[in-house]
């Protein structure tokens, strides 16, 4: 099962998380067929959402993050819920490309490196937080690091993997640092030294527990642990939210697709529920919101 356990150190001045989301990137392979490179660049995404959702204080609150880095794979889309649920999607699933001169999977390439990262938080208050920030690398990791430093002025490492095999995820997950106000020069430089072992995450995870991780190198410090949160992938679309598209398309559009299909049918893109309407479900959907 998915774990993300979040403590602090050094006088509270560093908050590490650790998370493994395995079988939340999982669901994401088997929704979309995802091929490995676009596995790993949205798996990684799906992690930065699950960390970035736990912010969130109600089910009220949403998170909205876009990776458009105008490479082959397209824009990367994830949704966030309280409680670390996320989900998300990717314009084209099945891009692949060689491996690149490390021998590794070439998820910059994929991702591009010319474009940006944005950040919508709705937390309930009159105008949504937006953020935005440049494409490093288009690795997903050090793009979001800058994003955290930059855009929302916390001092952040991020460290992001996911293991991909064929047609399923053998291991992702994350470990994210980030440094608070007050932390002393001599800490920042032990915790550099630290991070610097996480350079190969998901081999990590795919040898070691959560709590194996944390035991291997955190153990030395005094810890204040935070609860724990199971993130998940789950979808929160509904018949009566596919409604509300189906009257945005207008009734003359709407009855058009269902004169030359029989009927319409919409496919939600986070899971690829199918949702048909009859053309007598159309009658009564229209009659309802003209009513
Ligand atoms: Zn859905």
Known sequence: MDVFKRFMIFDKTVLVSVIDARETVDKAIKIHSLSRTAAAALGR??????????????????????????????????????????????????????????GKLDVGGAVGREGYISVIKDLGLKEPYSGRSPI????????????????????????????????????????????MPGCKDEWISEMEKTVANFTRVSALLKENTVDEIIEKYFSSYDVFPLPDIRPTYECTCSRSRIEQIVLSLGKDEAYDICRQNGFVELTCQFCNKKYKFTEKELDALFSCAEG
């Open 45 to 102: 995404t799906l992690v930065v959402g699950a960390f970035m959702s736990e912010q969130l204080k109600d089910e009220a609150q949403k998170l909205s993050i876009t990776v458009n880095g105008g490479g082959p794979l397209g824009r990367i889309v994830v949704l966030g819920d309280y409680g670390a649920k996320v989900r998300g999607y990717v314009e084209n699933p099945r891009v692949e490309l060689a491996l690149n001169s490390a």
């Open 136 to 179: 490093i690398d288009g690795e997903i990791a050090d793009d979001f690091a800058y994003y955290f430093t930059v855009s929302e002025q916390q001092p952040s490492s991020v460290a992001l993997g996911v293991l991909a095999g064929d047609g399923e995820c053998l291991a992702a997950g994350g470990i994210f640092v980030q440094i």
